[in-house]
C-alpha cells in the first residue's frame, strides 16, 4: 500500500478501545540506557500507575490527570506510555510542557529519541531526527494523524501554539507564577484544549512548598485518589503514611510497617502482594471530569526505592531543613511548610480595623501617597495617609473599571489624584506622590500619565523581582515612541524594590503596637481586601548550592493588588525621602501643614529650592 494510503487509513480508522497499560504491556520497551530495568515494560511491576495511565486512555471519560507522585515511582514512565499511546494509538495534536524550553530541550534529546527508537512501532511512524525534512526536530514531531510540540514554561510563545487535543505539563511546580506578564502558563496551555470534547490533560509533579504547590492546589480539587492496600495481617485496606514506618535504634534496616488497625508490624517483604491487591480509591467527591492522584515513596517497588533507604534518608535529613524539605516533597510527594513563613492572616488583620473616618486623614497624617495598579480590564487605587515614622492609615481603596489603553479610564484617575481630601484636623491635602505601575500591558498609556500629570505628583514606576534592592531607586527618563511621535520630554520611571518593601511591610502587619510603623485600616475594609493584601508569603528557596534564599511568593490563583497598591504607597512614600531632608522630614511636613492652615509659606526644603507658595502638597510639582 502507498504511503499516502497508509496515513489515509490510519486517520479514518477508529480508536480501537485499547487502554494506555495494555498499550504499554504489549509495545513498550525500556532501554538499557534510561531505566535500570531494561526490557518488555510491565504495569504489574507498579500496580499503582495502571488506573493513572487509564484514564488518559480514549476509553475514559476522565479529562484531567493530576499526578502527585514522589520520586521513583514511574510517574515519568507513566507520562512515557501515554506519550507512545498517543503516538501509536489515538492520535492528535499534543502539546508536552516542561519547567523551562532548556529542559524541554534535554527531553526531547534523551527520553523521547530514546522512547521512540527502542519501541519498534514508534520508530515506525516517527521519522529519526537526522533525516531532513523529516517532521523531527528538536521541539516537534510529526507522525501520521498528530504532532507533538514540546516547550517551556517559561515561554509564553511556545505556550500559545496552535488548539491541541492532548496536554502534557510535566513537573508543574516548578513553573513560574507568570510567563512574560500573559499569566499562569498552567492555564495558558490548558486553553489550547479548549475545543476538543475528547481532550486529555496530564499534570504531575514531586510538590514543594504548602499552600504555594500548584500540584497540591490540582490534587486538592480532585477527588483525591489515594492507593489502598490490605495489611498482610488483619487484611484491612489503608493507604500507607510516613509516620506508621517505625525503626529501632536509628537502624534502618529494621524499618517496618505498623498497621493502622491491628498495629501488627511488617516488613517490606510483603510489598509485592500488597501492590498487587491494592486499589485507588477516591476520598473527596468526583466531579466526574478529574482524577486526582497522590503516592509517596512508601509504594515504591522492591528492588526501587526500599523503605530502609527512606528512613536512611530521613535520618540525614532530619537535622537540616534544606534536605528535610527535599526529603518530604521527593520521597513523600507531600508539602513543606516554612514555618518561619509570615503568619499575617487576613481573618487577623480584619479584626483590627479600627474606628475612624475613611476618606479622612486623620490626626497624626502628614504626606499623602496613592499605590495604582493596572490590571488589565481596570485600576486598583490604594490611597494611604503617612505619619511620623510611618505610622500608615488606608484612607481608601477602589478599583476602576474599564480599559486601560482608552482616555475614559485615566480621566476617572484623575477624580482620586486631583482631588482633596478632608484632614481630621487641618486643611484638606491633595496626594504628594502617585505612584503607578508601568510594568503590565500599557506602559505607553502609564508613561504618557505620568508625564501630563507630572504635576500633581504622578509618577511612573517599575518592580524589581531582585532582592536586596531599595524601596524606591532613582528614576530614569524613558524616550517614548508613542503611535510613532518622539516626545520632547520622556517620562521618569522609578525603580520599586518590592521584595524589600513587602518583607518591611509583613514585618509591620504582623506587629499589634500601635505607634511607629503600624498600618491602620477602617472599618470599612473588606474581607476581600485582606485577602488580597495577604496573597503573598515569604518562602525559602533553595539554590542548586543548597543555600536558602527567601523570596515572595503569590498564592495560586490570587489576586494580590491591594498588596501591590500598598508597595508602590509606601515606595511613594520613600520617593519623598529623596527630596526632603530624612532626618527632619516629619518637622517639615508637620510645618507645612501648619503653615497652610495659616495660608502661611510653607518651608519644607531645607537645602533645596523655594516651592511655591500655597502648596498644601504636590511638593513633586517643585520638579
Ligand atoms: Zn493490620
Not at 152 to 167: D, E, K, Q
Not at 361 to 375: F, H, I, N, R, S
Not at 577 to 582: L, V
Request: aromatic share 10%; glycine share 8%; with cysteine.
Amino acid at each position: 500500500m502507498s504511503t499516502w494510503r497508509t496515513a489515509l487509513m490510519d486517520g479514518l480508522r477508529p480508536e480501537q478501545p485499547l487502554t494506555v497499560s495494555e498499550w504499554a504491556d504489549k509495545h513498550r520497551r525500556l532501554s538499557s540506557k534510561a531505566s535500570a530495568e531494561p526490557g518488555p515494560w510491565r504495569t504489574s511491576r507498579t500496580p499503582y500507575l495502571r488506573e493513572p495511565m487509564d484514564c488518559l486512555s480514549s476509553t475514559s471519560a476522565v479529562q484531567r490527570v493530576v499526578m502527585m507522585f514522589a520520586a521513583q515511582t514511574g510517574k515519568t514512565e507513566a507520562g512515557a506510555n501515554w506519550l507512545g499511546y498517543v503516538i501509536d494509538h489515538a492520535p492528535g495534536p499534543m502539546l508536552l510542557v516542561q519547567p523551562t524550553v532548556e529542559m524541554a530541550k534535554r527531553l526531547s534529546k534523551q527520553r523521547l529519541e530514546s522512547l521512540i527508537t527502542e519501541t519498534p512501532v514508534l520508530a515506525e511512524k516517527i521519522a529519526p531526527s537526522r533525516s531532513r525534512d523529516s517532521g523531527n526536530t528538536m521541539f516537534a514531531k510529526d507522525f501520521p494523524g498528530g504532532m507533538m510540540l514540546l516547550t517551556g514554561s517559561n515561554s509564553a510563545t511556545g505556550l500559545r501554539s496552535t488548539p491541541c487535543r492532548y496536554i502534557f505539563c510535566d513537573e508543574i511546580d516548578a513553573f513560574p507564577s507568570d510567563v512574560d506578564g500573559e499569566g499562569d502558563p498552567v492555564s495558558l496551555a490548558e486553553k489550547r484544549a479548549t475545543t476538543f470534547a475528547r481532550r486529555k490533560i496530564l499534570l504531575t509533579s514531586t510538590p514543594t512548598v504548602k499552600d504555594f504547590s500548584r500540584i497540591e492546589a490540582e490534587f486538592e480539587r480532585s477527588d483525591q485518589r489515594r492507593f489502598y492496600v490490605p495489611c498482610p495481617c488483619c487484611n484491612v485496606m489503608q493507604w500507607l503514611k510516613w509516620p506508621q514506618l517505625k525503626w529501632e535504634n536509628n537502624e534502618p534496616s529494621t524499618a517496618a510497617y505498623e498497621c493502622e488497625v491491628c498495629h501488627e508490624r511488617f516488613a517490606e517483604i510483603h510489598k509485592p502482594a500488597m501492590l498487587r491487591r491494592g486499589e485507588w480509591r477516591a476520598t473527596a467527591p468526583s466531579n466526574g471530569k478529574t482524577a486526582g492522584f497522590q503516592l509517596s515513596g512508601l509504594y515504591s517497588p522492591l528492588g526501587w526505592l526500599s523503605w530502609a533507604d527512606m528512613v536512611d534518608d530521613f535520618l540525614r535529613a532530619k537535622t537540616d531543613a534544606p534536605m528535610l524539605k527535599s526529603f518530604v516533597n521527593t520521597r513523600l510527594a507531600e508539602t513543606w511548610e516554612e514555618d518561619f513563613a509570615s503568619k499575617v492572616s487576613a481573618d487577623g488583620l480584619l479584626e483590627r480595623c479600627e474606628h475612624y473616618e475613611a476618606a479622612m486623614v486623620p490626626e497624626g497624617g502628614l504626606a499623602l501617597t496613592v499605590g495604582v495598579d493596572v490590571q488589565d480590564n481596570r485600576l486598583a487605587i490604594s490611597v494611604w495617609a503617612w505619619g511620623r515614622e510611618e505610622e500608615g492609615w488606608l484612607l481608601d481603596h477602589q478599583e476602576i473599571y474599564g480599559d486601560p489603553s482608552r482616555q475614559e479610564l485615566w480621566k476617572q484617575l484623575d477624580e482620586v489624584v486631583l482631588r482633596e481630601w478632608p484632614h481630621a484636623v487641618g486643611p484638606a491635602m491633595r496626594p504628594d506622590v502617585v505612584a503607578i505601575d508601568s510594568g503590565g500591558h500599557f506602559t505607553a498609556e502609564v508613561y504618557q500619565y505620568a508625564r501630563e500629570r507630572g504635576r500633581q505628583g504622578v509618577v511612573a514606576i517599575k518592580g524589581q523581582s531582585q532582592r536586596g534592592k531599595p524601596p524606591i531607586g532613582k528614576g530614569s527618563k524613558v524616550d517614548v515612541n508613542y503611535q510613532g511621535r518622539t516626545l520632547k520630554r520622556g517620562a521618569l520611571v522609578y525603580p520599586v524594590g518590592g521584595d524589600t518593601v513587602k518583607t518591611t511591610l509583613f514585618g509591620r502587619l504582623k506587629h499589634n503596637e500601635q505607634g511607629a510603623g503600624f498600618l491602620h485600616f477602617h472599618m470599612g475594609t473588606t474581607g476581600e481586601y485582606f485577602e488580597q493584601l495577604t496573597a503573598e508569603k515569604q518562602v525559602l528557596r533553595y539554590n542548586r548550592g543548597g543555600f536558602p534564599t527567601r523570596e515572595w511568593v503569590k498564592k495560586p490563583s490570587a489576586r494580590n493588588e491591594a498588596l501591590d497598591c500598598l508597595v508602590y504607597a509606601y515606595a511613594g512614600l520613600n520617593l519623598m525621602y529623596q527630596r526632603f531632608d530624612r532626618r527632619t522630614i516629619w518637622d517639615q511636613l508637620e510645618k507645612r501643614l501648619e503653615g497652610t492652615g495659616k495660608k502661611k509659606k510653607p518651608a519644607l526644603l531645607g537645602s533645596k529650592q523655594q516651592p511655591p507658595s500655597g502648596a498644601a502638597s504636590g511638593f513633586v510639582s517643585n520638579w
